[in-house]
Protein backbone atom coordinates (compact mmCIF):
# COMPACT_ATOMS: atom_id res chain seq x y z
CA UNK A 1 0.00 0.00 0.00
CA UNK A 2 1.48 3.52 -1.21
CA UNK A 3 1.66 6.20 0.92
CA UNK A 4 -1.54 8.21 -1.07
CA UNK A 5 -3.57 4.71 0.19
CA UNK A 6 -2.47 5.11 3.51
CA UNK A 7 -3.63 8.68 3.52
CA UNK A 8 -6.71 7.75 2.23
CA UNK A 9 -7.42 5.18 4.34
CA UNK A 10 -6.92 7.25 7.33
CA UNK A 11 -8.76 10.47 5.67
CA UNK A 12 -12.02 7.92 5.62
CA UNK A 13 -11.41 6.21 8.87
CA UNK A 14 -11.57 9.79 10.41
CA UNK A 15 -14.55 11.11 8.80
CA UNK A 16 -16.31 8.18 9.92
CA UNK A 17 -15.35 8.23 13.21
CA UNK A 18 -16.10 11.94 12.84
CA UNK A 19 -20.03 10.98 11.90
CA UNK A 20 -20.40 7.56 13.49
CA UNK A 21 -23.48 7.25 15.52
CA UNK A 22 -22.19 5.35 18.95
CA UNK A 23 -24.78 3.04 20.13
CA UNK A 24 -25.15 2.58 23.88
CA UNK A 25 -26.53 -0.58 23.35
CA UNK A 26 -27.29 -3.56 20.59
CA UNK A 27 -30.97 -4.71 22.87
CA UNK A 28 -33.99 -2.97 23.23
CA UNK A 29 -35.46 -1.70 26.19
CA UNK A 30 -32.47 0.96 26.25
CA UNK A 31 -34.45 4.02 24.86
CA UNK A 32 -33.58 5.57 21.68
CA UNK A 33 -31.51 9.14 22.71
CA UNK A 34 -29.08 7.65 20.73
CA UNK A 35 -30.98 6.68 17.72
CA UNK A 36 -32.72 10.08 17.63
CA UNK A 37 -29.88 10.72 15.43
CA UNK A 38 -31.62 8.90 12.89
CA UNK A 39 -34.81 11.49 12.86
CA UNK A 40 -32.91 13.24 9.84
CA UNK A 41 -31.24 10.39 7.66
CA UNK A 42 -34.96 9.00 7.87
CA UNK A 43 -36.75 12.06 6.82
CA UNK A 44 -38.94 11.33 3.69
CA UNK A 45 -38.35 7.49 4.52
CA UNK A 46 -40.81 5.04 3.70
CA UNK A 47 -39.40 2.03 3.47
CA UNK A 48 -36.27 0.69 5.58
CA UNK A 49 -33.89 -2.50 4.45
CA UNK A 50 -32.32 -3.70 7.72
CA UNK A 51 -29.81 -6.52 5.85
CA UNK A 52 -27.69 -8.96 7.90
CA UNK A 53 -24.28 -10.68 6.99
CA UNK A 54 -25.83 -14.10 7.89
CA UNK A 55 -29.20 -15.90 9.48
CA UNK A 56 -27.94 -16.88 12.87
CA UNK A 57 -26.40 -13.72 14.53
CA UNK A 58 -27.72 -12.71 18.26
CA UNK A 59 -26.35 -9.28 17.91
CA UNK A 60 -27.67 -8.72 14.86
CA UNK A 61 -31.26 -9.72 15.27
CA UNK A 62 -31.10 -7.67 19.15
CA UNK A 63 -30.61 -4.75 17.19
CA UNK A 64 -32.73 -4.71 14.20
CA UNK A 65 -35.95 -5.81 17.30
CA UNK A 66 -34.29 -2.42 19.07
CA UNK A 67 -34.09 -0.69 15.88
CA UNK A 68 -37.54 -1.73 14.65
CA UNK A 69 -39.03 -0.28 18.18
CA UNK A 70 -37.49 3.21 17.55
CA UNK A 71 -38.89 3.11 13.84
CA UNK A 72 -42.29 2.02 15.33
CA UNK A 73 -42.19 4.78 18.38
CA UNK A 74 -40.20 7.48 16.49
CA UNK A 75 -41.46 7.28 13.19
CA UNK A 76 -44.87 5.54 12.87
CA UNK A 77 -43.83 2.15 10.93
CA UNK A 78 -46.79 -0.22 11.29
CA UNK A 79 -45.97 -3.29 9.19
CA UNK A 80 -43.21 -5.58 10.06
CA UNK A 81 -42.08 -7.67 6.71
CA UNK A 82 -39.36 -10.44 6.90
CA UNK A 83 -37.89 -13.13 4.51
CA UNK A 84 -40.13 -15.31 4.98
CA UNK A 85 -43.03 -17.76 3.11
CA UNK A 86 -45.68 -14.92 2.68
CA UNK A 87 -48.85 -17.22 3.09
CA UNK A 88 -47.72 -19.05 6.59
CA UNK A 89 -46.53 -15.11 7.84
CA UNK A 90 -50.56 -14.67 7.98
CA UNK A 91 -50.67 -16.85 11.35
CA UNK A 92 -48.23 -14.85 13.01
CA UNK A 93 -50.29 -11.66 11.89
CA UNK A 94 -53.33 -12.96 13.30
CA UNK A 95 -51.33 -13.63 17.10
CA UNK A 96 -49.67 -10.25 16.90
CA UNK A 97 -53.04 -8.41 15.86
CA UNK A 98 -55.90 -10.51 17.97
CA UNK A 99 -53.70 -12.89 20.54
CA UNK A 100 -55.14 -15.76 18.58
CA UNK A 101 -52.85 -18.93 18.92
CA UNK A 102 -49.55 -18.66 20.26
CA UNK A 103 -46.18 -16.75 19.06
CA UNK A 104 -44.15 -20.12 19.49
CA UNK A 105 -46.30 -22.15 16.90
CA UNK A 106 -46.53 -19.40 14.99
CA UNK A 107 -42.77 -18.55 14.50
CA UNK A 108 -42.28 -22.22 14.22
CA UNK A 109 -44.64 -22.36 11.58
CA UNK A 110 -43.26 -20.07 9.18
CA UNK A 111 -41.08 -22.87 8.29
CA UNK A 112 -37.81 -20.96 8.61
CA UNK A 113 -35.01 -22.04 11.26
CA UNK A 114 -33.21 -19.08 10.97
CA UNK A 115 -35.63 -17.08 12.47
CA UNK A 116 -37.14 -19.48 14.87
CA UNK A 117 -34.95 -18.05 18.30
CA UNK A 118 -35.59 -16.21 20.96
CA UNK A 119 -34.37 -13.21 19.51
CA UNK A 120 -37.50 -13.18 16.83
CA UNK A 121 -39.76 -14.53 19.21
CA UNK A 122 -38.95 -11.67 21.61
CA UNK A 123 -39.81 -9.19 18.50
CA UNK A 124 -42.91 -11.22 18.07
CA UNK A 125 -44.34 -10.71 21.56
CA UNK A 126 -43.43 -6.82 21.92
CA UNK A 127 -45.11 -6.42 18.30
CA UNK A 128 -48.63 -8.29 20.32
CA UNK A 129 -47.94 -6.23 23.45
CA UNK A 130 -47.48 -2.93 21.44
CA UNK A 131 -50.75 -3.27 19.69
CA UNK A 132 -52.84 -4.29 22.66
CA UNK A 133 -51.95 -0.58 23.88
CA UNK A 134 -52.53 1.07 20.55
CA UNK A 135 -55.79 1.69 18.55
CA UNK A 136 -56.31 0.04 15.35
CA UNK A 137 -54.98 2.36 12.84
CA UNK A 138 -51.60 2.36 14.67
CA UNK A 139 -51.71 -1.97 15.19
CA UNK A 140 -48.30 -2.92 13.98
CA UNK A 141 -48.93 -5.64 11.27
CA UNK A 142 -46.67 -9.02 10.35
CA UNK A 143 -45.67 -10.08 6.78
CA UNK A 144 -43.72 -12.61 4.98
CA UNK A 145 -42.27 -11.73 1.65
CA UNK A 146 -40.40 -14.71 0.46
CA UNK A 147 -42.18 -17.67 -2.55
CA UNK A 148 -40.37 -20.34 -1.08
CA UNK A 149 -42.93 -22.39 0.03
CA UNK A 150 -46.37 -22.80 -1.26
CA UNK A 151 -48.46 -25.16 0.74
CA UNK A 152 -50.42 -23.13 2.29
CA UNK A 153 -50.81 -20.61 -0.99
CA UNK A 154 -52.43 -23.56 -2.36
CA UNK A 155 -55.03 -24.37 -0.10
CA UNK A 156 -55.87 -20.54 -0.18
CA UNK A 157 -56.62 -20.79 -3.62
CA UNK A 158 -58.32 -23.98 -3.84
CA UNK A 159 -60.50 -22.84 -1.03
CA UNK A 160 -61.31 -19.42 -2.24
CA UNK A 161 -61.77 -21.12 -5.84
CA UNK A 162 -64.47 -24.00 -4.09
CA UNK A 163 -66.35 -20.92 -2.77
CA UNK A 164 -66.88 -18.30 -5.47
CA UNK A 165 -66.78 -20.53 -8.42
CA UNK A 166 -67.25 -24.50 -7.65
CA UNK A 167 -67.95 -25.02 -11.26
CA UNK A 168 -64.16 -24.10 -12.10
CA UNK A 169 -62.83 -25.75 -8.87
CA UNK A 170 -61.83 -29.55 -10.75
CA UNK A 171 -59.85 -27.42 -13.29
CA UNK A 172 -57.94 -25.39 -10.64
CA UNK A 173 -56.93 -28.36 -8.52
CA UNK A 174 -56.18 -30.29 -11.69
CA UNK A 175 -53.91 -26.57 -12.78
CA UNK A 176 -52.30 -26.35 -9.03
CA UNK A 177 -51.61 -30.43 -8.85
CA UNK A 178 -48.23 -30.51 -10.10
CA UNK A 179 -47.24 -28.20 -7.41
CA UNK A 180 -48.07 -31.21 -4.47
CA UNK A 181 -45.42 -33.25 -6.33
CA UNK A 182 -42.60 -30.72 -6.63
CA UNK A 183 -39.99 -30.67 -3.75
CA UNK A 184 -37.87 -27.59 -3.04
CA UNK A 185 -34.77 -28.03 -2.66
CA UNK A 186 -35.01 -30.76 -5.46
CA UNK A 187 -33.68 -34.06 -3.63
CA UNK A 188 -30.32 -35.50 -4.73
CA UNK A 189 -30.55 -37.51 -7.31
CA UNK A 190 -33.37 -36.33 -8.95
CA UNK A 191 -33.26 -33.34 -11.41
CA UNK A 192 -37.03 -31.91 -11.24
CA UNK A 193 -39.29 -30.69 -13.70
CA UNK A 194 -37.79 -30.89 -17.15
CA UNK A 195 -37.68 -26.99 -18.89
CA UNK A 196 -40.90 -28.65 -21.33
CA UNK A 197 -43.04 -29.73 -18.01
CA UNK A 198 -42.35 -26.27 -16.36
CA UNK A 199 -43.29 -24.31 -19.25
CA UNK A 200 -46.91 -25.92 -18.85
CA UNK A 201 -47.56 -26.13 -15.52
CA UNK A 202 -46.58 -22.61 -15.11
CA UNK A 203 -48.58 -21.46 -18.38
CA UNK A 204 -51.33 -23.43 -16.39
CA UNK A 205 -50.97 -20.87 -13.30
CA UNK A 206 -51.47 -18.32 -15.75
CA UNK A 207 -54.46 -19.72 -17.13
CA UNK A 208 -55.71 -19.46 -13.34
CA UNK A 209 -54.61 -16.51 -12.60
CA UNK A 210 -56.03 -14.88 -15.45
CA UNK A 211 -59.24 -16.91 -14.67
CA UNK A 212 -59.70 -15.31 -10.96
CA UNK A 213 -58.73 -11.55 -12.60
CA UNK A 214 -61.43 -12.01 -15.11
CA UNK A 215 -63.95 -12.59 -12.78
CA UNK A 216 -63.05 -10.44 -10.27
CA UNK A 217 -66.55 -8.24 -10.11
CA UNK A 218 -68.41 -11.50 -9.74
CA UNK A 219 -65.86 -12.88 -7.22
CA UNK A 220 -65.76 -9.81 -5.11
CA UNK A 221 -69.79 -9.42 -5.04
CA UNK A 222 -69.50 -13.49 -3.39
CA UNK A 223 -66.87 -12.43 -1.36
CA UNK A 224 -65.04 -9.01 -0.24
CA UNK A 225 -62.11 -7.33 -1.68
CA UNK A 226 -59.71 -8.02 0.42
CA UNK A 227 -60.71 -12.55 0.26
CA UNK A 228 -60.16 -11.59 -3.43
CA UNK A 229 -57.22 -10.20 -3.15
CA UNK A 230 -55.61 -12.55 -0.85
CA UNK A 231 -56.19 -15.34 -2.79
CA UNK A 232 -55.18 -13.51 -6.20
CA UNK A 233 -51.74 -13.37 -4.47
CA UNK A 234 -51.62 -16.51 -3.04
CA UNK A 235 -52.24 -17.70 -6.53
CA UNK A 236 -49.11 -15.30 -7.57
CA UNK A 237 -47.04 -16.92 -5.20
CA UNK A 238 -47.30 -20.14 -6.34
CA UNK A 239 -46.15 -18.98 -9.79
CA UNK A 240 -43.23 -17.29 -8.04
CA UNK A 241 -42.31 -20.70 -6.62
CA UNK A 242 -42.61 -22.55 -9.03
CA UNK A 243 -40.67 -20.43 -11.72
CA UNK A 244 -37.43 -20.09 -9.45
CA UNK A 245 -37.37 -24.05 -9.08
CA UNK A 246 -35.90 -26.99 -11.49
CA UNK A 247 -34.66 -26.90 -14.87
CA UNK A 248 -33.45 -24.72 -17.14
CA UNK A 249 -32.54 -22.31 -13.75
CA UNK A 250 -29.19 -21.86 -13.38
CA UNK A 251 -28.12 -20.19 -9.82
CA UNK A 252 -28.31 -16.43 -11.37
CA UNK A 253 -31.65 -17.17 -12.73
CA UNK A 254 -33.33 -18.29 -9.43
CA UNK A 255 -31.82 -15.93 -7.63
CA UNK A 256 -33.12 -13.03 -10.16
CA UNK A 257 -36.44 -14.75 -9.92
CA UNK A 258 -36.87 -14.88 -6.10
CA UNK A 259 -35.20 -11.33 -5.72
CA UNK A 260 -37.90 -10.16 -8.09
CA UNK A 261 -40.75 -11.95 -6.45
CA UNK A 262 -39.81 -10.86 -3.22
CA UNK A 263 -39.62 -6.85 -4.73
CA UNK A 264 -42.56 -7.61 -6.26
CA UNK A 265 -44.83 -8.86 -3.25
CA UNK A 266 -43.47 -5.89 -0.94
CA UNK A 267 -44.59 -3.83 -3.23
CA UNK A 268 -48.20 -5.27 -3.35
CA UNK A 269 -48.15 -5.23 0.54
CA UNK A 270 -47.12 -1.69 0.16
CA UNK A 271 -49.34 -0.20 -2.75
CA UNK A 272 -52.30 -2.82 -2.12
CA UNK A 273 -52.65 -3.71 1.56
CA UNK A 274 -50.97 -0.78 3.12
CA UNK A 275 -50.86 1.91 0.64
CA UNK A 276 -50.83 4.64 3.67
CA UNK A 277 -48.36 2.40 5.60
CA UNK A 278 -44.12 2.61 6.38
CA UNK A 279 -42.61 -0.43 6.65
CA UNK A 280 -39.47 -2.51 7.81
CA UNK A 281 -38.13 -5.02 5.20
CA UNK A 282 -35.97 -7.67 7.42
CA UNK A 283 -33.60 -9.69 5.43
CA UNK A 284 -30.41 -10.43 4.27
CA UNK A 285 -27.19 -8.08 3.44
CA UNK A 286 -27.93 -9.49 -0.15
CA UNK A 287 -31.53 -8.98 -1.09
CA UNK A 288 -31.88 -5.65 0.70
CA UNK A 289 -28.64 -4.10 -1.32
CA UNK A 290 -29.36 -1.75 -3.85
CA UNK A 291 -26.53 -2.76 -5.87
CA UNK A 292 -25.04 -6.12 -6.37
CA UNK A 293 -20.98 -6.28 -6.98
CA UNK A 294 -21.00 -8.98 -8.66
CA UNK A 295 -17.68 -10.01 -7.70
CA UNK A 296 -16.62 -12.82 -4.96
CA UNK A 297 -18.29 -16.23 -3.49
CA UNK A 298 -21.12 -15.83 -6.62
CA UNK A 299 -18.50 -15.66 -9.32
CA UNK A 300 -18.23 -19.19 -9.48
CA UNK A 301 -22.32 -19.77 -10.11
CA UNK A 302 -22.47 -17.04 -12.45
CA UNK A 303 -23.02 -18.49 -16.13
CA UNK A 304 -22.94 -16.57 -19.42
CA UNK A 305 -21.97 -13.40 -17.72
CA UNK A 306 -25.67 -12.81 -16.22
CA UNK A 307 -26.01 -10.06 -14.08
CA UNK A 308 -27.14 -10.43 -10.86
CA UNK A 309 -30.53 -8.46 -9.72
CA UNK A 310 -31.65 -7.99 -5.59
CA UNK A 311 -34.45 -7.11 -4.04
CA UNK A 312 -33.09 -4.00 -3.01
CA UNK A 313 -32.42 -2.95 -6.83
CA UNK A 314 -36.12 -3.63 -7.37
CA UNK A 315 -37.06 -1.35 -4.47
CA UNK A 316 -34.73 1.48 -4.92
CA UNK A 317 -36.40 1.77 -8.72
CA UNK A 318 -39.94 1.47 -7.64
CA UNK A 319 -39.32 3.75 -3.94
CA UNK A 320 -36.55 5.54 -5.26
CA UNK A 321 -35.05 7.61 -2.38
CA UNK A 322 -37.64 6.61 0.20
CA UNK A 323 -36.61 3.20 0.62
CA UNK A 324 -33.39 3.58 2.79
CA UNK A 325 -31.27 0.68 3.81
CA UNK A 326 -28.64 -0.52 6.58
CA UNK A 327 -26.19 -2.77 5.80
CA UNK A 328 -24.47 -4.71 8.68
CA UNK A 329 -20.73 -5.80 9.19
CA UNK A 330 -19.13 -7.23 12.25
CA UNK A 331 -15.44 -7.42 13.47
CA UNK A 332 -15.36 -11.30 15.17
CA UNK A 333 -17.22 -13.88 17.02
CA UNK A 334 -20.04 -16.41 16.46
CA UNK A 335 -23.08 -17.42 14.48
CA UNK A 336 -25.12 -20.44 13.60
CA UNK A 337 -25.26 -22.12 10.37
CA UNK A 338 -26.26 -25.77 8.83
CA UNK A 339 -22.30 -27.21 8.16
CA UNK A 340 -22.16 -27.56 4.66
CA UNK A 341 -19.91 -30.07 5.83
CA UNK A 342 -21.97 -32.21 8.25
CA UNK A 343 -23.35 -35.06 6.07
CA UNK A 344 -26.99 -33.78 7.12
CA UNK A 345 -26.19 -30.05 7.65
CA UNK A 346 -26.88 -29.79 10.81
CA UNK A 347 -27.04 -26.82 12.47
CA UNK A 348 -24.33 -25.71 14.82
CA UNK A 349 -21.94 -22.79 15.86
CA UNK A 350 -19.36 -21.18 14.15
CA UNK A 351 -16.72 -18.96 15.18
CA UNK A 352 -14.58 -15.86 13.45
CA UNK A 353 -11.77 -14.04 14.33
CA UNK A 354 -11.05 -10.34 14.09
CA UNK A 355 -11.31 -9.23 10.22
CA UNK A 356 -8.45 -9.40 8.31
CA UNK A 357 -6.91 -6.08 6.85
CA UNK A 358 -8.46 -4.34 3.64
CA UNK A 359 -11.77 -6.02 4.57
CA UNK A 360 -14.44 -3.22 5.25
CA UNK A 361 -14.99 -4.77 8.13
CA UNK A 362 -11.03 -4.33 9.56
CA UNK A 363 -11.86 -0.55 8.53
CA UNK A 364 -14.42 -0.18 10.12
CA UNK A 365 -13.05 -2.16 13.35
CA UNK A 366 -10.28 1.06 13.27
CA UNK A 367 -12.94 3.86 13.88
CA UNK A 368 -12.45 2.89 17.76
CA UNK A 369 -16.41 2.08 18.66
CA UNK A 370 -17.98 -0.95 20.04
CA UNK A 371 -20.95 -0.28 17.72
CA UNK A 372 -22.00 1.88 15.60
CA UNK A 373 -24.00 3.50 12.62
CA UNK A 374 -22.59 5.25 10.21
CA UNK A 375 -25.01 7.21 7.54
CA UNK A 376 -23.49 7.12 3.93
CA UNK A 377 -26.13 9.69 2.98
CA UNK A 378 -24.89 12.91 4.33
CA UNK A 379 -22.70 14.89 3.03
CA UNK A 380 -19.30 14.38 2.29
CA UNK A 381 -15.77 15.66 1.11
CA UNK A 382 -14.81 13.96 -2.59
CA UNK A 383 -11.69 12.13 -0.97
CA UNK A 384 -14.31 10.14 1.69
CA UNK A 385 -17.23 9.64 -1.07
CA UNK A 386 -14.41 8.29 -3.71
CA UNK A 387 -12.82 6.26 -1.04
CA UNK A 388 -16.13 4.66 -0.17
CA UNK A 389 -17.15 3.58 -3.97
CA UNK A 390 -14.10 1.65 -4.27
CA UNK A 391 -14.97 -2.74 -4.04
CA UNK A 392 -13.30 -3.73 -1.20
CA UNK A 393 -14.01 -7.50 0.52
CA UNK A 394 -16.72 -8.11 2.85
CA UNK A 395 -17.80 -10.98 4.91
CA UNK A 396 -21.59 -12.21 3.58
CA UNK A 397 -23.41 -15.82 3.39
CA UNK A 398 -26.18 -16.90 4.20
CA UNK A 399 -27.88 -19.79 6.20
CA UNK A 400 -24.79 -21.69 5.26
CA UNK A 401 -21.42 -21.60 5.96
CA UNK A 402 -18.26 -24.47 6.80
CA UNK A 403 -14.74 -24.73 8.08
CA UNK A 404 -12.92 -24.28 5.32
CA UNK A 405 -14.63 -20.66 4.50
CA UNK A 406 -11.36 -18.92 2.52
CA UNK A 407 -11.23 -15.38 2.07
CA UNK A 408 -11.23 -15.41 -1.38
CA UNK A 409 -15.37 -16.37 -0.87
CA UNK A 410 -15.68 -12.55 0.84
CA UNK A 411 -17.83 -10.37 -1.81
CA UNK A 412 -16.83 -7.03 -2.97
CA UNK A 413 -19.10 -4.73 -2.02
CA UNK A 414 -18.74 -0.45 -2.63
CA UNK A 415 -20.58 0.42 0.66
CA UNK A 416 -22.04 3.66 -0.82
CA UNK A 417 -23.67 2.41 -4.28
CA UNK A 418 -25.18 -0.88 -1.70
CA UNK A 419 -26.14 0.92 1.14
CA UNK A 420 -27.96 4.14 2.57
CA UNK A 421 -25.90 3.06 6.26
CA UNK A 422 -23.67 0.67 8.14
CA UNK A 423 -24.11 -1.10 11.34
CA UNK A 424 -21.21 -2.42 12.77
CA UNK A 425 -20.98 -4.68 15.64
CA UNK A 426 -17.75 -5.64 16.95
CA UNK A 427 -18.39 -9.07 18.73
CA UNK A 428 -20.91 -11.54 18.13
CA UNK A 429 -22.68 -14.26 18.93
CA UNK A 430 -24.32 -17.56 18.00
CA UNK A 431 -28.66 -16.72 18.18
CA UNK A 432 -30.37 -18.66 19.90
CA UNK A 433 -32.57 -21.46 18.41
CA UNK A 434 -36.14 -22.18 20.31
CA UNK A 435 -36.80 -26.33 20.78
CA UNK A 436 -38.32 -26.11 17.25
CA UNK A 437 -35.35 -24.87 15.47
CA UNK A 438 -33.16 -26.82 16.23
CA UNK A 439 -31.76 -28.51 12.98
CA UNK A 440 -29.44 -31.45 13.60
Known amino acids: MNQAELCADSTAVEWIRAHALPL ?7 GFDDLKMLDKALH ?3 IVGMGEVNHGTRE ?8 FEYLVVHQGFTVFAIEASYDASVKVNDYVLYGIGDAKSALAGLGYWTWDTEEVLALIEWIRQYNQTQPENRRVKFYGFD ?23 EEANALLEPLYH ?7 GEEGPTAEKKAAVINGLYRLIGYITHHRVRFVRRSSTKE ?4 LQNARVCVQWYMEIGKPVTFTEQWNVRDMAMAENIEYIAKVLEPEAKIAVWAHNGHVTTNYGGEGRWRDHIQDNTEMFCMGQHLRTIFGQTYYVFGFAFNQGGFQARDQQHPTHAVREFTLPAAREGTVEWYLSQVGYENFIIDLRQQKQAAVEAWIAEGRPMRSWGAAFADDWTPDKYETMRPIKSYDALIYVDKTTRARPNPTGIRK
Request: glycine content about 4%; proline content about 8%; charged content about 30%.
Open 44 to 46: GVR
Open 24 to 30: KSLEAGN
Open 147 to 169: CQFKRISIDVVKSYIKRVAPEYL
Open 228 to 231: YEEA
Open 60 to 67: FFLFKHRL
Open 182 to 188: THDPIPP
